[in-house]
Nanobody
Framework: QMELVESGGGLVQAGGSLSLSCASSEDTFNFLVVGWFRQVPGQDREFVAGISWNIAGTYYADSVRGRFAISRDKTKNTVDLQMNSLKPEDTGVYYC?????????????????WGQGTQVTVSS
């Protein structure tokens, strides 16, 4: 079972920035689609952003497009999510997940490996 570890969450004021990182010790991570999801208590997990295994493709939820940027560093086995112009509605637990499917999917059902999550809180 591939282990994914998120880091970088925290508390920030509205308009601020945070950077999240997802890391794996396995090189096969570099050949998987990776997505970031977020969840608020009582609600389903929501797709935020995804990146293809070859870095050629990225996809964003409408709510974050233009504010968030996903990237990956294959030398470090990491996928990062840079979050700018944060809003209170961006608050939630952020999870990274990896999928064996060849393209980016927005459904959490299509992701096989999950991290434990990191809390992001945006104050107004």
């Amino acid at each position: 079972q591939m282990e994914l570890v998120e880091s970088g969450g925290g508390l920030v004021q509205a308009g601020g920035s945070l950077s999240l990182s997802c890391a794996s010790s396995e090189d096969t991570f570099n050949f998987l689609v990776v997505g970031w999801f977020r969840q608020v208590p009582g609600q389903d997990r929501e797709f935020v952003a995804g990146i293809s295994w070859n870095i050629a493709g990225t996809y964003y939820a409408d709510s974050v497009r233009g504010r968030f940027a996903i990237s990956r560093d294959k030398t470090k086995n990491t996928v990062d999510l840079q979050m700018n112009s944060l809003k209170p509605e961006d608050t939630g637990v952020y999870y990274c997940a990896a999928s064996r499917l060849p393209t980016i999917h927005a459904s959490d059902y299509d992701y096989s490996y999950w991290g434990q999550g990191t809390q992001v809180t945006v104050s107004s």
